[in-house]
């Protein structure tokens, strides 16, 4: 079973810095892929970036990158030069890649992020 | 190009009645999941179908069932309601094969009194 755990409840950011979001996991399996998905208020869970177990590059995304540790096991998501629209859920995801016909996500619990002007 | 929609957006039922919910993939994807989440249990997969056929199942009582037409198209059923099925039901679609990426639907809001 595969286990993600992000230990931040709640951020708060000022507008334009930076960000880091924390996410470790637990898996045994050595082909997973990881991903960060951003939740507003409204519900909708958008797709920002995602890892695969076997990528030697960081992912980016724009204005969001990244930092995959796999000694660690840890993929922790930067949002550079924040703005009030990112203000959001944001969750940490994980899923065996398609190989195992287990494409379920497990989620971690997320963490608030709240951009002040 | 459309996305994942889901309806109803809001839903409001009586215990011990039962819901179906809908859910249109983005044309082309052949697998839909469901996720239900809540504030105490966060997000919790349900199952997944692929092609008509439920390929995986997370560990909900069997008052939750689901199906998948073939189109693609996929309900989920609840039976017997309890006040703690108040949640938010998101559904996804992947395409099969290539990208990993997950699309989710804006999700139905079912409270439960």
């Known amino acids: 079973a595969q286990k993600i755990t992000q230990t931040q409840p709640g951020m708060f950011v000022q507008e334009k810095e930076a960000v880091t979001l924390d996410c470790t996991y637990d898996?045994?399996?050595?082909?997973?892929?990881l991903f960060w998905y951003k939740q507003p208020s409204s519900g909708e869970m958008i797709f920002l970036i995602y890892q695969g177990s076997y990528d030697e590059q960081n992912a980016t995304e724009g204005r969001y990158s990244l930092n995959f540790q796999k000694a660690r096991k840890s993929a922790n998501l930067v949002i550079s030069a924040s703005q009030l629209g990112d203000s959001a859920m944001y969750f940490c995801a994980m899923s065996l890649l398609p190989r195992s016909n287990d494409y379920k996500l497990s989620f971690g619990a997320g963490t608030t992020v709240t951009v002040r002007a | 190009k459309a996305g994942v929609t889901q309806t109803p957006r809001y839903l409001i039922k009586t215990r011990g009645q039962q819901v179906t919910l809908s859910c249109s993939p983005i044309?082309?994807?052949?697998?839909v999941s469901w996720y239900q989440q809540t504030p105490g249990q966060g997000l919790q997969f349900l199952f997944e179908?692929?092609?008509?056929?439920?390929?995986n199942k997370g560990n909900f009582p069997g008052r939750f069932s689901g199906r998948q037409f073939s189109n693609s198209r996929s309900e989920m059923n609840v039976s017997t309601l309890e006040l703690g099925d108040s949640a938010l039901y998101l559904c996804?679609?992947?395409?099969?094969?290539?990208?990993?990426?997950?699309?989710f639907g804006s999700g139905t809001r079912l409270t439960v009194v």
């Open positions: 179908y692929f092609s008509e056929t439920q390929r």
């Open positions: 898996t045994s399996d050595q082909s997973y892929g």
């Open positions: 996804a679609s992947r395409r099969a094969g290539g990208s990993y990426g997950y699309t």
């Open positions: 044309s082309g994807h052949r697998s």
